[in-house]
């Protein structure tokens, strides 16, 4: 039976180090562990490509684990620059925020790349959308105390 709680949420990247970077030293996960899965491992058969290989980095990041994969065969497609929220599939990672505005100006600081400013979609509820290393779009999200609305 499916239990309704989200397990992980994965990635592929094109340098693991750099995304590990990223995710841990900027955004604040903390790595669990690193699988080294070649050509002769079960990834193949789990992920139905037989013979691929690649790291697996996995992430803690609240209650929830983020799995980035570096593919070493096959190489990963990357993102194109016309790629956009519209387009079918995953659009991005939500991640919450005590204080939106305030995280903005230090991921800034830091050099992150935004799509926008912080916005207050709905009352009391700031949003901000940016990309992590690979070009993958992920968000902050403030909501008030007590507030238990999953999304928007």
């Not at 980095?57 to 993102?79: A, N, R, W």
């Not at 916005?119 to 007590?146: A, N």
């Amino acid at each position: 039976m499916i239990t309704k709680k989200l397990d992980h949420v994965a990635l592929s990247v094109t340098n693991i180090e750099r995304s590990m970077k990223f995710y841990c030293d900027i955004l604040g996960a903390r790595k669990i562990r690193i699988l080294e899965c070649g050509s002769d491992s079960l990834l193949g058969t789990v992920v139905g490509m037989p013979g691929c290989a690649a790291r697996i980095c996995h992430l803690q990041f609240g209650d929830t684990m983020i799995e980035l994969f570096e593919y070493s065969s096959p190489k990963g497609k990357p993102l194109t620059s016309a790629s956009t929220q519209a387009d079918n599939g995953w659009t991005h990672l939500g991640l919450t925020s005590s204080d939106v505005r305030e995280d903005y100006r230090e991921l800034c600081s830091r050099g992150v790349e935004f799509l926008s400013g912080p916005v207050e979609f709905r009352p009391d509820v700031w949003i901000v959308y940016f990309r992590g290393p690979d070009g993958e779009v992920c968000e902050l999200r403030q909501t008030p105390p007590g507030d238990s609305d999953p999304g928007e």
